[in-house]
Each structure stands twice: as C-alpha cells, then as structure tokens.
C-alpha cells in the first residue's frame, strides 16, 4: 500500500492518531517524523478533504480544500499530490486559488440592480429579480421574433437577445445554458471559445 | 487535443508555436520538460517574443506575427523535397493518392471557384474523383500529376527559404535548423508533437494555420500516435466542455449542425449532413449522425418529442443559410440597435472582445442586460464607465452572485478532453448560487410566465424538459450530466453482431455508449460524445480516480472519464501499420492481437485494413476514412496559402496578388477602422497573457497576490525601437491604432528585436490583455481598444495577435 501524503491525511483524520496506523501493517518509520509535522496541524488533521479542479486555464489541475469540520469554511486550498497531471503542484494562479473564497471581500454576495438612468447599484433579493428577468425576457422575445427570413423560410428565431457565455462554468452548467438559448430560439448564442 | 497533457512526455520533439506555454500553462510545461527528461526530446520555441518558454528551449527562433503558414508551408516543401515524410503512414491513412478533380485549380492566391463580391468560394471544383462504384480513385505510386500528394508539393514548391525568410522575418538557417530537427520525426519510431493555444487561433487565418501543421503532421505519421498529435493548449478551464456542449451559434452539443432555413424538415436535415461513403472499408461514423440528433431533441423535449412531430424540430430556431452570428456580429448588430437584451455569463466582454470601444458603445443601446459572476467587471458596470454619463443610459441591469468553482458540484473537461469530476467544498456566500441554478430559475420563470399569458411561438419553452433540481428545488448536477449522457426511453435489447451477443436494457437505464443510441427516439443523449461517461448502472466515471498506468504511456484510463469512450489518443489505429502491429514497439499504444485490439480504447473495434473483408481505414470519422491533406472543408481553400493579416506593414503579399485571406468577412461599421501599412502606425503589435493573471483579468485583477505580482498595463518594446523613439524603461507611453488607445508604461526589453521583412526593418511591440479601467483603479484598460473588428474566416476568431500601432511618451 502506497501512502501519498493526501492519502495519509484522510487515513490520519479518520482513525485519530498514529497508533491505529500500525495496525493496518504499515511500515511507520518513514511517515513518523511527518506524523510529528502533522501533529502541529490539527486543524488540517481534522478538516474535511474536498477535491476540486482548477478554474483558470484547460490543465486542469487537482487541488484538495481543507474544510473546517466546525464552521463548514474552507481554510486552505492546495494542490492534489494524487493527481496524475498537476502531482500536487500549481501555478501561481492555482497556488492563489484561496482567495477566489469569501475570504476574498471583493466576492458579490447579493443581486445588485441598477435602474435606468441611475448612477448607482442596489440590493434585491431573488424573487423580485427572477421576475423581472422573466418579464423583460419574455416581453423583448415576444416583440421581436422572426418567423419567417426574407426569403420566405420559417427559422422561428429571436434576434434581439444575445447570451455571451461560459467557459468558466461546469459542464452540467454549460449544456442547460446550451439548451435554454435553443429554447428561447435565440441565433446570437458566443463565448470565450471564439474569443 | 488529439493527445492529452500526460502524454507530452512519450515525445522526441516538441514544437511550440502560437504558445508561451511555460507563462500560461506552466503545468503542461512540466510535461514538455519532462519529455527531454525521459527522452532527450527537443524542444523548439518559434514565436515573435523571447519568453520564458524561449528560455528553457533548445532554441527560439523569432518570427513575425501572422506570418505561419508561410513558416510551416515552408517546412512541408522541405519534407517533401528532402524525402521525410513518412512514405508508409502517407501512402495508406492519408489522401495523398487521391486524385483531384480537373477543374480544380489555383492561381495567384485564388482558388478556383472564387466570387469577389460575396468573399466566398463556390467549392463544386474542390472535390476527389472517383471510380464508377463511387469510390474515390488512389494512385497508390504518388507519381499521377493531379493526386492529392503531387498537387501538394507544386502548391509549396512556391515556399522556398528566400521566400518564406523574406515573409517571416526569420532568417534561412533559422528556418532550416527547425525543418530539420522537426522533419527528423518522420520516421516509425519518432514522435513530434505541436502544442499551439491562441497564438494561432487569432488571426484572420488561425483555422489554416493549424491545418497547416495537420498537413505536416499526417506528412511525418504524428497523428494518432503517443507523443505526437496536434495539442491545444486551451485557455479556460472548461472551454473543451463549454465547446463541446457548443454555446456556440453555429453548432447544438456534440458538434451536431445548427439547423438552417433552407432544411424545413428533420428528413431535409438529416439527409444532409449524414455523410455517405461507397467504400466498405470507410468506418464513416458519421452515418450515425441521426442517432446522436435525435437522442438530442429527445434530451430536450422528452416525450413530447414524437416521430410524428419530427422529435421538435420545427420549434427549434434556423439560422439563416451562409450567415454567421459571432461575438462579432452580435455587437455589429447591438451598435445598430438591433438587439435589446443580453445575457453575460462568467465572462467580460467589454475588456475581452476585439474593438472594445465599439462593444462598450453598443452596451449602450442595451434595454437590459443580465450578468452572471463571482466579481464585479468593466461589462457589467459600463454604464458608468470611462466618458460615459449613468444619466444618460437607459440599460436596466441585473448582477447575479454566483457561487465560485470549488462551490459546487460539477465536472470540468480539460484541453485533453479528461471530463473530472469536482465536489462541492464550501457554501457560496451570502445570496450566491450557481451558474445553473441561475439558469434553471430564469427559465422556470420564463416558462411560468408563457404558461399563465402565452405567448409567441411558445411550444419549444413550455414543452422543454427542465426537471434537474434536488428535492430541495436546487440546481442538481448530477441529475443534469445524466440527462448529457442519456438514457435508454423504454426497454432496448442490443445486438452485437461481431461478438454475436445481446444484452437488455431497461428503460430508464442511462446508456453505456453512444453506440446504442437509436433515431427512432427511443434513447435520449443530452450529448451524444459524453454518452459512456456514466454506466448503464449509474456509476459516474468522471468520478474515478484511479492511478494506474498499464500501458507506462500515462494513458490513465481509470482516472476520470475521457470522450470518446474514454479514449485517451484519438485517432490511435494510425499507430499501428495496416496489419495492426505498432509502428514504434517502444510506444505501444495499440495493438492487434488474435481477434482484437490492445492497449488504449481503439477508434472503433473492426481489425486494421489489411483485413480487406472486415478492416476499416483509421480515421473513422472522416467520410473517406483517411487524414485529409487535401482539405475541401475549409472556406479559403483545401490547401493553406500565405494571407497577410487585415492590418500589416505591408502593401503587397509576396506570394500573389490576394493581400488579405480573401474569404473573410470585412466589417464596414463606422468604428471598424483599419489602416493597413500606414505611417501613422508603423509597428506590428501583438497581445498575450502573463501567468498570474487569467484573460480578461476578471478573476485575478480582485485577488491580492496575483495583483500584486503584475498590477498594471505595460507594453514591451525593444531596446532599439526603444532608442529610436527617445523611450525609457518605465516611463509612460501611449499606444494607439486608428481604433483608439491605451497609457501604459514601458518595458524595455531585449525580448523583441526587430524583422527583415521585404527588405525593410519592421519592428514588433506586445501588451498583455489582462486589464480594465474598473480595478485597480490605476492598471490600465483594456488592449482591445486596440485592436480590429475582424475574424478567422472559418470560425470568426479574432484577429488578436497581428495589428498595427504606434508608440509615444506619453
Ligand atoms: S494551476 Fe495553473 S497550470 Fe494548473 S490548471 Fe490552474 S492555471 Fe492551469
Ligand atoms: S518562494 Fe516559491 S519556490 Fe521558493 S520555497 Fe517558497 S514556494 Fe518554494
């Protein structure tokens, strides 16, 4: 049995301490003096170990966040040493990825709306937002649908909405979107793989 | 990419060219450097810049952008004419020996077919001609004039050293010294490989010059091969995924066709782009195709999809035949008015698109407009941006917080196309929810709305499926990439005739491989390529994590999920000769053993084509069955020519009289300005990134450690256009095109030197593109105020990477 280090730390986490390690049969010697190191990090020790995958470029490298079992916070993020491409190493981005949490203060946290003419963003909530999309979405799609071309052939399209959008976002995330833009029959439909 | 990032390592030599791979991919960089660990590899850096990728190089050699084709147009002259190409692999998995048909021609940068006022080729002259059972005619001695390989060294003939040193700027033992060591690959146990990313994809000929390297590549036997291939080194985390489920005008997920208005009917559209071959040894999976479109609109319309009702394909939109609707055209449309809404996901376009002046002024004409991020940007704030007035801008907008990456559950598909499952770490804060939770409440409220008032044309929004929330009304990943795989809609039992079994499905069982698909609409795949990325009993591969390696190639097959059925090398039968042993035995990829094949997932299970009866060709999906070096499939031609870009420093292309790709699109708008070999604008200029900030800047502008390490705009400018301009290091300068202009400081740097182009001295500046005026407050803005409306004339890429600009203090 191969102990990588994140493998040690899931082991480690579970079972309390070094001593029920022995009982697997596992040759301790090597791990002992990194057991000690260990010993200083209980709260990695402890934490929850949640794999993710980078979100800058297509690498696609592993990290693992450490999750504080208590307040459910992520404190640490680094990289998946069991990880065949990355083997634990990131760039600077990656390396960096710690800040992309609420950690980071710039993060949005409400719906912010800005009125016509207005200098200035406000606070909504989801359900009046959600609403409001709606509407304009289905009043624009509604006044503006072509159902036939000038040539006569019915293409039953939306022209005057246009979705730009992502690369940066999950696939489940990226085929719904993929989707609701054919519904809708919007024809405008682009992002960052052209650009 | 045809290979994947492990898989660099398996190479002899590796070309970087249209990449800084160790700044933007450092990772994949570990694996270029690796392959000279493990096998002495080369590695050769061409690119305008000396970078860090240069640096750890065995040699950069400087060329000026745009210019590519002429570069590796010149290195297919001297493989052919020094005998390098791989003459077994050429003979057999190519259409080198395919005959061209007689009214196919080229003359002065023009193909045959050309129509100047349209831009576009009329292609019926672009064809291969075939025998009176319809299948194509092969001169398997390469000796007939008008087979694909002859046509193919008279058409580079024309790229001889002085030509393509005079072009490039690059200068003729550069240019011999990488033909050669590159050409070295072209023999059975060598690989070369390309790794490329937008250096090549931006500009106005970026389908072509990869293309280019294809031709060269098939030339040398590197396609289908461990260590070789054509590698992409994509720039976003998920654009494989986000492409391969084609948010994209032109294409529905899986790279099926977007419907057009001249195909009224499914049967129309079906007939057209389900390829025929007359050849018994062509795979041609394509003929597929209506499998992988119907379980399509199956995914979407479920069981209000009928055979009756052509499974919705009249409720779906058609775009107009020839027309295209980019980015580009998009805010053409939205600076006329035209369009009043738009939803901006995860990205930042008033700083990312060419001609960002004219995108910010379109935003103005916005009614509304929708954006969707973990961070405030330049797009989704321009109604207070640079010169812009709040009071007189009507927009109404809406910014969503959405939960960041390691907030959620998903699966991400990197460039070597591994499909990897991520977890869920943390909740998102405060009101945050993620990208498609967004999108499934949106669209439930669009589809209330329908339901309750009706509406125009509402029967493709009320009968979409859209059930993928979790018991407590939230998005719910699983259930979405469930749907993308497929499921069989009632009980199938499938029947393989090779193996002579059969096995039953049950309804509601998620389809194992897209090769049980059906047309008559009784399975269902969200998108056909990720069908096998779950188990008929739902084990979800993306998810697995194992390690092991039985090949020693780093193929990985049981960590994640890689499509096509987890294939890790694409193309992998051409590893192999005709009777399936492998060409290089040290690099066992694949082989024929007894009644099968070994090693990685083969492209597709039928023995290699020495087997006349049951053998297939191996590139099973194009129609004839070989790799295409006769290439009818692209816009400006079936072979590449050298185009200048729209704005350059020169008057006259050296190879013929066509300056520019004549197949692009102009865009005559009034702030689509161009000033080609103008005065006022004397030096070729090019973009890029830098390794801590991410493109646009969107994301790593608001983190404090990466902003801190690069925290402004800045132009590189080297040591004697430097001089000449009276500029020092650090001071501040102007640069502008005849679109507009941005202040930044200057680097000055002995990282560009300048071009013998034509006989003149032509120097080249770059900026990267990762800034905006909206944080930090002092960083810049963006360096596509810069650069112009124009595209790739195959995929509307923008022309990024070669414009012209000029340099002042400031
Ligand atoms: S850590 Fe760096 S190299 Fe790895 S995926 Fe992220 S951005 Fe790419
Ligand atoms: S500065 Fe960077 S390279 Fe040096 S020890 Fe620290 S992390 Fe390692």
Known sequence: MDITRRGFLHLSGAVGSGIALSTLGINLKPTRAYADELNKMNRVKAAKQVTTICCYCSVGCGLVCSVDKMTGKIFNIEGDADHPINEGSLCAKGAGFFDLTEANKHRLTKVLYRAPMSDKWEEKDWDWTLKRIARLVKDTRDAGFVKTNAKGEVVNRCETIGHLGSSNVDNEECWLMSVKCRALGLVYIDHQARV | MTNHYCDIKNSDCILIMGSNAAEHHPIAFKWILRARELNGAKIIH????????????????????????????????????????????????????????????????????????????????????????????????????????????????????????????????????????????????????????????????????????????????????????????????????????????????????????????????????????????????????????????????????????????????????????????????????????????????????????????????????????????????????????????????????????????????????????????????????????????????????????????????????????????????????????????????????????????KKGQLVPTFGNLQADGSTSSGNWIMAGSFTADGENKMMKRGKEDPTGLGLFPNWSFAWPVNRRVIYNRASCDIYGKPYNPKRKLLEWVGDKWVGDVPDGPWPPMADKEKGKYPFIMKTDGVGALFGPGMVEGPFPEHYEPLEGPLTKNPMSSQLINPAIEIFKGELDKVANASEKYPYVCTTYSCTEHWCSGALTRWQAWLLEAMPELYIEIGDLLAKEKGIQNGQRVKVSSIRGSVECVAMVTKRFTPFQVEGKTVHQVGLPFNYGWLFPKDGGDSTNLLTPTVGDANTFCPEYKAFMVNVERA
């Open chain 2, 46 to 505: 061409v690119d305008p810049r000396y970078t860090r990728t240069s640096a750890r190089c065995d040699y950069h050699v400087p060329l000026r952008s745009g210019t590519d084709i002429a570069f590796l147009g010149g290195m297919i002259h001297y493989i052919i004419e020094n005998n390098k190409y791989f003459k077994d692999y050429v003979v057999n998995y190519t259409n080198a020996p395919f005959i061209v048909g007689p009214d196919f021609n080229f003359q002065d940068g023009l193909f045959s077919g050309y129509d100047p006022e349209k831009r576009k080729y009329n292609k019926d002259t672009w064809v291969l001609e075939k025998d009176d059972a319809g299948i194509p005619k092969r001169d398997m001695t390469l000796s007939d004039p008008r087979c694909v390989f002859q046509m193919l060294k008279a058409h580079y003939s024309r790229y001889t050293l002085d030509k393509v040193s005079s072009i490039t700027g690059v200068s003729k033992e550069n240019l011999l010294k990488v033909y050669s060591e590159y050409s070295a690959t072209g023999v059975p146990d060598k690989a070369g490989t390309e790794c490329y990313a937008l250096g090549w994809t931006h500009h106005t000929v970026g389908s072509q010059n990869i293309r280019t390297m294809a031709i060269i590549q098939l030339l040398l036997g590197n396609m289908g091969i461990a260590g070789g291939g054509i590698n992409a080194l994509r720039g976003e985390p998920n654009v494989q995924g986000s492409t391969d489920h084609c948010i994209l005008y032109g294409n529905l997920p899986g790279y099926l066709k977007m419907h057009v208005a001249s195909l009224d009917t499914l049967e129309k559209y079906l007939h057209k782009y389900t390829p025929e071959s007359k050849d018994p040894q062509s795979a041609n999976y394509y003929s597929n195709y209506p499998k992988f479109h119907v379980s399509f609109l199956k995914s979407m319309f479920d069981d209000k999809a009928t055979a009756e009702n052509e499974f919705g394909y009249p409720w779906l939109p058609k775009l107009d035949d020839g027309v295209a609707y980019s980015l580009m055209h998009l805010f053409d449309k939205m600076y006329e008015g035209k369009v009043k809404g738009l939803f901006s996901v995860a990205n930042d376009p008033a700083v990312s698109s060419p001609n960002a002046g004219k995108v910010r002024k379109a935003l103005e004409k916005l009614d509304w407009l929708v954006g969707e991020n973990i961070f405030n940007n330049e797009t989704y704030e321009f109604w207070r941006g640079p010169g812009v007035d709040p009071k007189k801008i009507k927009t109404e907008v809406f910014l969503l917080p959405a939960s960041a990456t390691m907030e959620k559950e998903g699966s991400q598909s990197n460039s070597g196309r591994w499909v990897q499952w991520k977890y869920k770490a943390a909740e998102a804060p405060g009101d945050a929810i993620p990208v498609g939770e967004m999108t499934l409440k949106i669209m439930d409220a669009v589809k209330e709305l329908y339901a309750k008032e009706g509406g125009v044309h509402p029967e493709p929004i009320l009968n979409l499926k859209w059930d993928y929330t979790d018991s407590k009304g939230r998005f719910d990943a699983l259930k979405v990439s469930k749907q993308i795989n497929g499921y069989f809609l009632q009980d199938t039992v499938i029947e393989d005739k090779a193996k002579g079994t059969t096995t039953t499905f």
